[in-house]
């Protein structure tokens, strides 16, 4: 089987570390990574490649400029593309910002302009998909994941789910709080990937949300996606928020304490990020 990954991004060792475990069960012989930054792509193909060798995986990474090529007979693609790089989600963050409006890179303004930027670029690499690959299911990690499915499953015929880590987070927190195993965990979601809530916690066929809600502060102090929320909210709520919706249900706080900071995240990320790369 043949995995392509759009995108070789900082993320990539962490999927690289996962395949590596499920290879036999996949039936995975080879993954090849493809990004627009040769250098970017070089450093994490050579980075990725070393890691999977000392793992023992028994599938070969390499890396392909070209996106037909890379792309070519390919069984599933994993997109996780960030088209504008870091600077463009820290344009995305700082312009609402300018008119008191949350600068938040999936959200609001700012995660419409990253659909405005990115949706074009993924309908293009659908159809290559289309073209070279007409049997690969295309996985979107691609943000925000909700608008890129929609549009790639509107505008383009190509197999697409689109998946996010934030709902699995949440789901491996609850596990950990009522001590079952994370697959005992059924998680009924509603909503976004990033704007969502966890309306029923199924284990054995029995909701466990309403002891959940009760015990709301040992999941704060289990899972740091709950940490910002009040109690009191969410029991009204009756349902688990997503992390996310701290931005929509303490606005003001949130703005407050991202210009108290002195930059927004896509800053920090690129400050921590920028030594990885040089």
Known sequence: MKLTVLGAGIRTPLLLSGLTRRAEALGLDEVVLHDCDP?????????????????????????QQDSEAAIDGADFVFSAIRVGGEAGRIIDEEVPLQYGIVGQETTGPGGFA????????????ARTIERVAPHAWLINFTNPA???TQALQNHTGVKVIGICDTPTAMKRTIARVL????????????????????????????????????????LRAAGAEWAPFDPGLVRDLGMLPNEYLYYFYYREQALEHIRCSGNTRGQQLETLNRPLWE
């Open 39 to 63: 250098g970017r792509l070089e450093t994490m193909a050579g980075f990725g490649g070393g890691l999977c060798r000392e793992w023992g995986a028994r599938f070969q990474v390499r890396a």
């Open 114 to 125: 990253m659909a405005l930027r990115t949706i074009p670029v993924m309908i293009d690499y």
């Open 146 to 148: 909700g608008l890129i």
């Open 179 to 218: 001590e079952v195993p994370g697959d005992a965990v059924r998680l009924d979601y509603v909503g976004l990937n990033h704007l969502g809530w966890v309306r029923r916690v199924l284990v054995d066929g029995a909701d466990r949300l309403p002891e959940l809600l009760d015990r709301f502060e040992d």
